[in-house]
């Protein structure tokens, strides 16, 4: 009997736990939660209590939103060396490959290495250029930045951007298109003699892009 109610106990447990969401969320999760939120001082709370994040981590997060305020609060107290574990990117090439002017100027301020190689080998001004980010790029260049990338392979990398970019524009196309021809199948089903107020009332939402 004991052990039953023991049981039932602990199945009732789990399921409360399960009902009311009880899973804890990583530190790495609420790091990011409070850093785009803008409760710094609970990321600084964070930062102190667990081991699984760290100053780094807190600088890749804060880059990848182009945080420019949390990026501030966190510079002093981190390096801008920072980089991926996995992929070797740093901060820095992190800015550079989203165009984030201001964001790689503190970087660069704050001593950043500006021809550091990510596992690919690329650079900073490599990962600006491959965007088409200039105004990053020439801040890199004028800062003593290079990238290794041969005209050939920029051209490459540009080319299958820009690929990827009207393959993005006929895939809106196509959904948009979708759209239309269902608004078209829901208006001729509504439009027949005797429904002329469903009728008009379908009209008035009609898709404006559709005409």
Known sequence: MKIARLLITVCSVLAFSAISGCATESPYTKLTESIRSGDLRKADVLLG??????????????????NLPAIRHFLPMSTPSCYDSETGVTLLMTAASNGYVEAAQMFIKAGAALNTRSDKGWTASDYAASRQHYLVWDLLRRNGGFGTLSADQLSAVKNKEAQKAREERAEEDRESARKCARAKEQQDEACHPGNEIACAAMKSFAISDCD
Do not use: L
């Not at 209590?49 to 939103?65: P, R, Y």
């Open 49 to 66: 209590k667990s081991s699984d994040v760290n100053m780094c981590s807190a600088m890749m997060i804060a880059t990848e939103d182009n």
